[in-house]
């Protein structure tokens, strides 16, 4: 399946951004700030790692936000995807953010040493990975004791009333987005509809994590998973 993602993000990396703004109405910008948020934690000078950074925006989006609170943070920003790796590269030079590493590597098999970063973010990884239970153990591995992870995803609505909204709503975007990329947009709705958030909390409470949170976002369908090493 990973070799069908890669391509997937290959073939949409121009205009991700523009397409996610379009068809979230602008509330992805929003529910990666609350990641953003979540990332100040209480130390004022530690390493974050983004995985599936994508085109960059939620480790830009938490380094403007540590310059803006007075915290030191070192970030290390990662995904297997080169096209969309080179889109956030010139987002980041662009605005010149000077504490961000772009680095491709694969969330299954992480480069990096163990229990090394205070906080892991992902965006949007977990509906497009191989293994959620691979990555959690990755996840395990690489964050310090007392580390928090932050994971922002979209899966089922979680009542009926939102469940038949998305069900519209998709079928709309499936449509516009079939003008750009068919597979992509067929693939980003029916991701979502399969992904179970309560499977997830469970395979990272089996890991041993601790004060497990899941915030649901408004609309039920974005939410934010939290818990501590
Ligand atoms: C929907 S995008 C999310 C990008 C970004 N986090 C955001 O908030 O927009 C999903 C990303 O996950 C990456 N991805 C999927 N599987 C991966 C894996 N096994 N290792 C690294 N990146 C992966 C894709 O390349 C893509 O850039």
Known sequence: MSENINGIFSSIANVYDFMGHL????IDGIWRKIVAGEAMVEKTDY???DVATGTGSIAIDIAEKAKRVKKQ???VAVDFNEDM????????????????CVKIEDAMRLDEPCCSYDVVTAGFLLRNI???EV??????????????????????????????????YFFIIRFLGSIINKNAY????????????????????????????????????????????
Do not use: C
């Open 23 to 26: 068809f979230s109405l602008g």
């Open 47 to 49: 390493k974050i790692l």
């Open 73 to 75: 943070v070192e970030i």
């Open 85 to 100: 790796l080179n889109i956030a590269r010139n987002k980041i030079k662009r605005k010149r953010i000077a504490n961000i």
């Open 130 to 132: 191989d293994d959620t």
């Open 135 to 168: 990555f959690a153990e990755e996840l395990k591995r690489i964050l310090k004791k007392g580390g928090k992870f932050i994971l922002l995803e979209m899966g089922k609505p979680q009542n009926e009333i939102s469940k038949i909204f998305f069900e519209i």
């Open 186 to 229: 067929n693939w980003l709705t029916y991701s979502i509809m399969a992904f179970d958030r309560n499977e997830m909390l469970n395979i990272l409470a089996g890991k041993g994590f601790r004060d497990l949170k899941i915030k649901n976002l408004p609309f039920h369908v974005g939410f934010v998973i939290t818990g501590i090493k």
